[in-house]
Every structure is written in C-alpha cells, then in structure tokens.
Nanobody, 126 residues
Framework: QVQLVESGGGLVQAGNSLRLSCAVS????????MGWFRQAPGKEREFVAL???????DYGDSVKGRFTISRDNAKNTVYLQMNSLKPEDTAVYYC????????????????????WGQGTQVTVSS
C-alpha cells in the first residue's frame, strides 16, 4: 500500500513563503506522476501543480510564477515551494500520486490520481 504524508503547512503572512513536503512510501516513487491540489472551505478541489516521472512540470494559472514543484527520488519526496503567498492561497493542500503517466489534460484532474495524503493546512493572513 502506498502512503503519502504531507508536512510543512502553517500560518504565514501574505508575501512570505512556505515549503510543503510529501513523503511517499514504496519502492516505485520514481515512476509516479505526482500532483499537488488544494481545497478551500466551500470550494472544489483545485489543481495546483504536477511533476511527471520524467520531470515535466505544470501549474495552475493562479500559482504560475509563484509556486515550484520538485521531486527528490532518492528521498521519495515531492516538494511544493510557495512564494509570494496571498490570502487566497489559504486551503488544505493535498499531494497525490499516479502510477500511470497520463497526459497533462488528465493529470490536472484529481480523479486520475490513485493515492492521496491526508492534507496539510496552509493559512495566509493579510
């Protein structure tokens, strides 16, 4: 069973930065496509970023230029560096893993990920 554990969330003032981490169990992490999603109260889960097994990255429009996704296959960990945070970034952030390297059009959708973490709260104050 694949397990994902997020960490690094917290309370931060607008304009500051946070780095989220997601540790993944299992021996095949390097073959997974990884994604970050977020969900604010009363809103649908929103795509934030993805990184494929080959290192291709993509971002949601609302975070482009501010957030960076990366992965360390030696540590079975994916990261989300979040800079210039805004109050509207406040949400629970989830990491997700897909054993299948779907095209981008699919990997921006939560339903194409097989494994999920429990989420970590990010709160940005104004």
């Amino acid at each position: 069973q694949v397990q994902l554990v997020e960490s690094g969330g917290g309370l931060v003032q607008a304009g500051n930065s946070l780095r989220l981490s997601c540790a993944v169990s299992g021996r095949t992490f390097s073959s997974y496509a990884m994604g970050w999603f977020r969900q604010a109260p009363g809103k649908e889960r929103e795509f934030v970023a993805l990184i494929s097994a080959s290192g291709y990255t993509d971002y949601g429009d609302s975070v482009k230029g501010r957030f960076t996704i990366s992965r360390d296959n030696a540590k079975n960990t994916v990261y989300l560096q979040m800079n210039s945070l805004k109050p509207e970034d406040t949400a629970v952030y989830y990491c997700a893993a897909s054993p299948t390297q779907y095209p981008r059009a699919y990997l921006i959708q939560a339903s194409y990920y097989s494994y999920w973490g429990q989420g970590t709260q990010v709160t940005v104050s104004s």
